[in-house]
C-alpha cells in the first residue's frame, strides 16, 4: 500500500514580501538567480534581481522604469548572453542586458496597447532557427519579431477588417524542430485559440473552449509539435493531442476541471514534458501527469486520421495563499525548483520533490 509520502511533495522552500504587484518572474538561465518584473503603486515598472543564498533570496539589483512590466522571456537569447526581452502596460517590446543597468539592447513600440504575453525560442540552445520573439496585446494583433531586424515585426497576425478586435491574453511558440517550421499559438478573452503556421504565414486551426484562455503552453518548443495545455477563467483546463490533425474535428483533447477559480498559469516540467503544474486564483498550485493512450490516433468513418486524447492524473495541490498566483516558473537546471509570485506581493521559490519516480 502506497503512503501519501510517496507522491511527490511541494514544499515551499522560502518566501519574500515585496512593496510592488508583481506579475511575472523568471529563472536566469544558468544561476541561481531569478528576476521579478512588476509595477509600483505610484504607476512605474520595476526590474528586481534576486539570488538565493543559504535559503533565502538576496537582492542583488533593482530598476525602475516609467511603464509598468507585464512579462518578461529568456527563450530568443543566448546562454552566454542572458538577455531579459520584457514587455511593457505601454506597449514596448525591450531586451535588457542584466549586467548592465540603464538602456535596453533593442527596444521597439511593439503594440498600441498593453504587451500582455511573451514568449521566445531559437535561444538557449532550444528550438532550431533564429531567435524569435512574440508578443500578444490587448490591440488585438500577435507579432513576430526577429530582434536583427529593429522597426518591423517579421509576422503579423491581427483581426481582418470589419472583424470586432479580441484582447490576446496569451501567445506561445512551439513545433520548432527545424530550420523552417515554427508555430505560434495564441488564446484571446472570449475563449478562442488560434494556432499560426508561420513557414506557410497561415491560421492552421483555430477552435473556442467557451472562457477565456488565461495560458497556452506547449509541452516542448524545439520537438514536432506533441501537447498543448490551455487554462480558462473558470477553472479549466484543456490538453490538446497535437501530433494529428484532422480536417474537421482539429485536435482531440481532454479537459480537467481543476480549480474552483481562474487557472492563471500553466508550465510544463523542462525535464519532463508529460508532467505540468497549474496555478489558480484561490492562491493553489496542481501537478498533473499527462497519460498517453495506448493509441495516439485512429481511422474514422471516412478513413481519415483523427487523435485519440490521453488522461490526467493530478499528483499532488498545494495553497500557498488567499491571492492568485500569476506567474510560475520552473528552473532549467534544477529538476523541481521553481519560483512563482502572486498578488500578495510575495514570491516564492518552492521545491517540488520525487518527480523522478512519478
Known amino acids: 500500500m502506497s503512503s501519501p509520502l510517496d507522491k511527490p511533495q511541494i514544499i515551499s522552500h522560502f518566501q519574500k514580501s515585496l512593496n510592488y504587484t508583481v506579475f511575472d518572474s523568471k529563472w536566469i538561465p544558468c544561476s541561481a538567480k531569478f528576476v521579478c518584473l512588476g509595477n509600483y503603486a ?55 542586458n542584466l549586467e548592465v543597468s540603464g538602456t535596453p539592447v533593442f527596444s521597439v513600440k511593439a ?26 496585446s490587448r490591440d488585438g494583433t500577435v507579432k513576430v519579431w526577429d530582434t536583427r531586424q529593429k522597426d518591423s515585426p517579421v509576422a503579423n497576425m491581427e483581426p481582418g477588417e470589419g472583424e470586432t478586435k479580441r484582447d490576446c491574453w496569451t501567445v506561445a511558440l512551439g513545433h520548432a524542430f527545424n530550420d523552417q517550421d515554427r508555430c505560434v499559438c495564441a488564446g484571446y478573452d472570449n475563449g478562442d485559440i488560434k494556432l499560426f503556421d508561420l513557414r506557410n504565414m497561415s491560421l492552421r486551426w483555430e477552435t473556442n ?38 480536417p474537421t474535428k482539429g485536435f482531440s483533447s481532454v479537459s480537467e476541471k481543476a480549480h474552483k477559480s481562474t487557472i492563471w498559469q500553466v508550465k510544463h516540467l523542462p525535464q519532463n514534458r508529460d508532467i505540468f503544474m497549474t496555478a489558480g486564483g484561490a492562491g493553489n498550485l496542481h501537478l498533473w501527469k499527462y497519460e498517453y493512450p495506448s493509441q495516439r490516433s485512429k481511422t474514422d468513418s471516412d478513413d481519415l486520421a483523427v487523435g485519440v486524447a490521453g488522461s490526467v492524473t493530478l499528483l499532488q495541490n498545494a495553497t500557498l495563499s488567499t491571492q492568485p498566483i500569476a506567474s510560475l516558473d520552473w528552473s532549467p537546471d534544477k529538476k523541481g525548483l521553481c519560483v512563482c509570485s502572486g498578488f500578495d506581493q510575495t514570491v516564492r521559490v518552492l521545491i517540488v520533490t520525487k518527480l523522478s519516480q512519478v
Not at 116 to 126: A, K, M, R, T, Y
Request: charged letters at 20%; glycine letters at 14%; one cysteine or more.
Open 42 to 96: 505610484r504607476g512605474t515598472g520595476v526590474m528586481q534581481i534576486y539570488e538565493v543564498q543559504q535559503g533565502e533570496a538576496q537582492l542583488i539589483k533593482e530598476q525602475e522604469f516609467p511603464k509598468p512590466i507585464k512579462c518578461g522571456t529568456f527563450g530568443a537569447t543566448s546562454l552566454q548572453q542572458r538577455h531579459l526581452a520584457t514587455g511593457d502596460f505601454g506597449g514596448n517590446l525591450n531586451i535588457w
Open 111 to 136: 503594440h498600441k496597447e498593453i504587451i500582455n504575453s511573451i514568449d521566445g525560442v531559437g535561444g538557449l540552445g532550444i528550438g532550431d532557427g533564429a531567435p524569435e520573439i512574440v508578443t500578444g
Open 209 to 246: 473552449i467557451k472562457n477565456g484562455v488565461c495560458c497556452v503552453e506547449f509541452d516542448r518548443k524545439d520537438i514536432n509539435m506533441n501537447k498543448l495545455v490551455a487554462t480558462s477563467l473558470e477553472g479549466k483546463f484543456h490538453v490538446f493531442d497535437m501530433r494529428t490533425q484532422h
